[in-house]
């Protein structure tokens, strides 16, 4: 099976790894990418992680390879130091630049290959191929710029960017201020004063800015429930349309002078009313 090129951990079974120290059974050093030939691969193979080789270093005691880490593992290790082939108890080890130039050489597929991607190449082009930022993997894990969490992969970064980010920077097309998309589109709506509403009422009058609203109600808005304009001299209509009240004033013009005469009889001075009625 395809395995991705990172360091993983190996676990095989103890027959495989019976010529090693108990303590060196899981190690995680070589690359565990999946080699175009792989026949030839395992001729790189560390005998510690059976892995092919990461670094190569090579003993001087038996001329065995092993991959850096794994060999310095041993090395650092007080109570098992001995060389895991010949079982050597001091020995060296030197950077095998030759081994490393054949391995890097190998062909390889891209780590991403389950993902949809085709490349392969030389192990040694692998890096350059999946960089997030010069490569040319579409399929390589990449983060989003503005740090939403969202899980993407290099083919979708541009579109999350532009279009689905929730938090790509946004301009409210109303007042034009500029936040976050998730702000805009969400809060905000709740509080921009040029924001188009549709009136309460349900009128003709289409949008109304939220900072106009409250006129529009109080003063324009022909659905709205008014009271005559003459409740005060004890006009006893109910509560009708704005719409409405011109019909009602022009029906009832000889009640409301009526009413008007006894509020006045009733409420002011015989000498001030003349002065009211011409006014």
């Given at each position: 099976t395809t395995r991705s090129c990172r360091l993983i951990v190996n676990n095989t079974t103890k027959d495989s790894m019976a010529c090693r120290e108990p303590q060196f059974r899981r190690v995680?050093?070589?690359?565990?990418?999946?080699?175009?030939?792989?026949?030839?691969?395992?001729?790189?193979?560390?005998?510690?992680?059976?892995?092919?080789?990461?670094?190569?270093h090579l003993t001087d005691c038996?001329?065995?390879?092993?991959?850096?880490?794994?060999?310095?593992?041993?090395?650092?290790?007080?109570?098992?130091?001995h060389c895991p082939l010949c079982r050597t108890k001091r020995f060296r080890i030197f950077v095998d630049r030759k081994f490393d130039r054949r391995i890097k050489a190998l062909g390889v597929y891209c780590e991403m290959k389950e993902r949809g991607c085709d490349w392969k190449g030389a192990l040694r082009d692998m890096d350059a191929h999946l960089d997030v930022d010069g490569g040319d993997c579409q399929y390589v894990d990449v983060e989003c710029s503005y740090e939403c969490d969202a899980q993407l992969i290099k083919m979708d970064l541009e579109n999350h960017l532009l279009r689905v980010c929730p938090k790509r920077p946004y301009k409210c097309q109303y007042c034009h201020l500029e936040r976050t998309h998730e702000y805009i589109c969400g809060e905000h709506v709740q509080l921009c004063q040029q924001y188009p509403l549709p009136c309460p009422n349900r009128c003709a009058a289409g949008k109304i800015k939220r900072c106009e609203m409250k006129q529009h109600i109080s003063e324009r808005c022909p659905l709205e429930s008014v009271l005559c304009d003459f409740r005060d001299f004890g006009c006893r209509e109910k509560m009708m349309p704005r719409k409405d009240l011109p019909k009602h004033i022009e029906v009832s013009v000889m009640e409301h002078v009526s009413m008007m005469l006894c509020f006045l009889a009733e409420n002011v001075p015989s000498e001030r009313q003349g002065e009211l009625l011409k006014s």
């Open positions: 995680t050093c070589g690359y565990s990418c999946e080699f175009t030939d792989s026949a030839s691969s395992k001729e790189y193979e560390c005998p510690l992680c059976l892995y092919v080789m990461r670094l190569p038996c001329g065995a390879d092993f991959c850096q880490s794994c060999i310095q593992r041993v090395l650092s290790s007080r109570e098992n130091s």
